[in-house]
């Protein structure tokens, strides 16, 4: 059997065969073929945009791999920083890269003193974080103009530093400020989880010092979602970035797009979706009512994933750590039955819609403290080194600008007619 497909352009009769490589066909084949055609995708479900050597993702069998190790060991054995050399450097660091990275990140936490005093202050005061994290990382660019020089390695080297460093500090400010409580400095003393925590929850104490069952949780939590090949918000980085933007207007574009609650929204939905049902009698009637169409059982179902998301698997182990510290969070129960309703019920079988990542990830942050308008945000923490790991690597493949084609659907030509005569 060939390893490969034959396409036959009936109007000329004229064919092409086209290998099949990794499961996937050079499109470019085709339009030799029949140029001028059009290949009508939308929402990309069956495009390839690149060939990437990043994440590995197979979402029949529920496996994810970033740069070929499993998911469930970089969870266990790794740290949120030592994955983000991973994703930006395919190798786990040497000691010596170890330190120097860690070090590098944590001597960059600080921001402009402009970026608190005038721009996070010039906000209203319930400013949704999330818009005040994205404008915040846009707003780095004005601070760094250098940035625009993305064909330099070191000075590629020293934005992705500077956005892995300082999103976390310009995150806690937001939060900080939505709740009209001072800014905290970064904590140079502590790593990267407890440095966030410690920003985020310091009152009056000369140090705070995060629980570490927390603070290795959410370091767990970072690294499930570090990356996650070509979704939404990081197709949206590469999109932007292959018109040569700099790296912090491609990362807020990314950053709006992972905002959109069937993106990162997902998890702040599964707290309303939780609250709303109220009690666990509603949770047979509301089944019955997403199954009718009238709403979406959020957390459930996933583009890619037909089988079970494997870091759902990894967050209920967390949230069982997480549970023990903070105390059960009432919606808890709820989620389980729920979940156990879903399983067992042929509508969500048959369009193998089972939990994704975000189902628990939101009962862990508020059972944490987090308020459900930071959720997305702690996700947008956690995707940066995804988004720049493809960032640079669109453009070491010198990626051509992103420009798909459309079917044109609208009317004709016709001739422009003056207002008074419409
Ligand atoms: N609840 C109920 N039905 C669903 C759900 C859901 N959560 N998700 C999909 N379906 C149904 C659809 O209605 C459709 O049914 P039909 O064939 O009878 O029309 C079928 O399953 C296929 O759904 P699509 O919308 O085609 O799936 P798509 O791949 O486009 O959507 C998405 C994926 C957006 C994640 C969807 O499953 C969803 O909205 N889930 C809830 C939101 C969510 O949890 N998002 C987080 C994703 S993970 C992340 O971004 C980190």
Redo the contacts with the bound molecule.
């Keep these: 059997m060939s390893e490969s497909i034959t396409i036959t352009d009936n109007r000329t009769g004229k064919s092409v065969e086209i290998p099949v490589v990794n499961g996937g066909v050079d499109m470019k084949a085709i339009q030799g073929l029949m140029p001028g055609t059009w290949i009508l995708d939308p ?1 990309f ?1 069956g495009t390839a945009s690149t060939e990437s050597a990043i994440t590995d993702l197979d979402g029949i069998n529920g496996i994810l791999r970033y740069r070929g190790y499993p998911i469930e060991q970089l969870a266990e054995k790794s740290n949120f920083l030592e994955v983000c050399y991973l994703l930006l450097n395919g190798e786990l660091p040497s000691a010596a890269e170890q330190e120097k990275w860690v070090h590098d990140v944590t001597y960059h936490t600080f921001v402009h003193e402009n970026m608190r005093k005038r721009f996070m202050e010039g906000f209203h005061h319930d400013a949704h974080p999330m818009g005040m994290l994205m404008s915040g990382i846009a707003a780095l660019s004005t601070f760094y103009p250098e940035a625009k020089d993305i064909d330099d390695p070191f000075n590629r080297y020293k934005q992705i530093n500077r956005l892995i460093s300082k999103v976390p500090t310009i995150a806690a400010m937001a939060y900080r400020s939505s709740i009209g409580m001072p800014f905290n400095y970064p904590d140079n003393e502590l790593d990267y989880s407890a440095n966030f925590l410690s920003m985020m929850w310091k009152i009056a104490e000369p140090n705070h010092v995060p629980d570490p069952v927390l603070a290795k949780a959410l370091d767990v939590l970072l690294i499930l ?1 570090a990356d ?1 090949e070509q ?2 918000s990081t197709t949206t980085m590469r999109v932007v970035g292959s018109s040569h933007s700099d790296p912090y207007s491609a990362a807020a574009s990314a950053t709006g797009a992972l905002y959109g ?4 929204g ?1 998890n702040e ?2 707290i309303h979706m939780l609250s709303d049902i109220g009690s666990y009698e509603d949770l047979g009637p509301f089944v019955e009512s ?2 009718a ?1 009238n ?9 890619v994933y037909k089988a079970y ?1 494997p870091r759902a698997t990894i967050v209920k182990e967390q949230a069982d750590k997480v549970f023990a510290v903070t105390g059960k969070s009432p919606l808890l129960d709820m989620a389980l039955k729920l979940e156990e309703i879903a399983l067992n019920d042929d ?2 079988k048959s ?1 193998n ?1 089972y939990p ?4 628990y990830t939101g009962l862990i942050y508020q059972a944490m403290g987090f308020p459900l308008n930071m959720f997305t945000v702690l ?1 947008t923490i956690g995707r940066m080194p995804g988004w720049l790991a493809h960032w640079q690597e669109s453009l070491e493949q010198g990626q051509r600008i992103s420009r798909p084609r459309q079917i044109y659907t609208g009317v004709g030509v016709r001739d422009y007619v003056d207002v008074g005569s419409r």
Aim: proline share 3%.
């Design positions: 929402g479900t979602h996650h979704n939404c609650p069937r993106h990162g997902a939905s599964v997403v199954k169409g709403s979406r059982l959020m957390g459930f179902g996933h583009r998301d509508y969500f369009r819609l994704n990542v975000d189902f996700f």
